[in-house]
């Protein structure tokens, strides 16, 4: 497995900086943004990802992958993003989101995405780069990995497979549907994504009722088997990225050391 770490999070910091740090942190990747506000712009990608990829070589860290807001072949980033990290060697793009419109929409959204999914195949083949759908909770398209299974069967596992996220699907599955859709799609997973979560109480409705929202928690602390599900993917021999995501509502040192804590803790475990 290739360990990375989202940039999301880290974004306040420069090439020279967020390379430092990881490498502070002992990981050699990173799954880096490149989207509107993101560490690189769409619009720059051609010219500032190779010189953003320069910097944290320099740290002996490297761009294992990219996460991007790719859902139209069309739009006019998404050729220029997907031919620039074929450029570069990096072999992995993370796609963006399609929101579920609601009740009685479903079919005619697996329709478009269906579409979307075919149009982008080709680029994604002709530059050697293969899309990552994320599964994300709630509502959107692939809200688990059973639902985007039935997104991507047609496409060629070359082109578009599965970005699992252990967080969010088990949000979706806590019991047992998390290692059922692994099991689903152990086939077609290309990407991970690493981060607990839980279910925590919100206010409560006009109506009385109790309302409740996830949240991203240290790894050690949510509702997701870590150990169970990094035993499985050594039991795929899954070699692709890992990328951990710190996703808290900290900045600066503070989320450097939680995410060297939430390492720490894989590797204790012997994880990673």
């Excluded at 290739?2 to 990173?30: E, I, N, R, Y």
């Excluded at 996460?67 to 050729?79: H, L, M, V």
């Amino acid at each position: 497995m290739q360990l990375c770490v989202f940039s999301k999070h880290f974004q306040d910091m420069d090439a020279g900086k967020l390379g430092k740090t990881l490498a502070g942190l002992g990981v050699p990747g990173v799954d880096l943004t490149v989207r509107h506000e993101g560490h690189v712009e769409p619009a720059k990608v051609a010219a500032d990802l190779p010189k953003f990829a320069d910097v944290l070589r320099g740290h002996g860290v490297k761009v294992t992958m990219l996460t991007t807001e790719i859902t139209d072949a069309g739009a006019p980033d998404s050729r220029p993003v997907i031919e620039a990290a074929g450029k570069l060697g990096v072999k992995f793009i993370k796609l963006g989101y399609w929101g579920y419109r609601g009740f009685g929409h479903y079919r005619e959204q697996e329709k478009e995405v269906r579409g979307a999914l075919a149009a982008l195949e080709p680029v994604l083949l002709a530059n050697g780069v293969t899309a990552g759908f994320h599964v994300h909770s709630g509502n959107y398209m692939g809200l688990s990995a059973n639902y985007i299974e039935r997104l991507i069967a047609d496409r060629d596992p070359r082109a578009v497979g599965v970005f699992y996220d252990i967080g969010h699907d088990t949000i979706e599955g806590s019991a047992g549907g998390w290692q059922m859709d692994l099991d689903l799609i152990r086939d077609r997973i290309v990407m991970v994504a690493v981060k607990n979560m839980l279910w925590k109480p919100g206010k409560r409705a006009e109506n009385g009722r109790q309302t409740w929202a996830w949240e991203v928690v240290p790894l050690a602390d949510g509702l997701a088997d870590i150990p169970a599900f990094f035993g499985l993917l050594k039991k795929l021999s899954f070699a692709g990225p890992v990328s951990f995501h710190s996703e808290y509502e900290l900045r600066g040192d503070p989320l450097v050391e939680q995410t060297r804590r939430d390492l720490a803790f894989a590797r204790g475990l012997g994880l990673i």
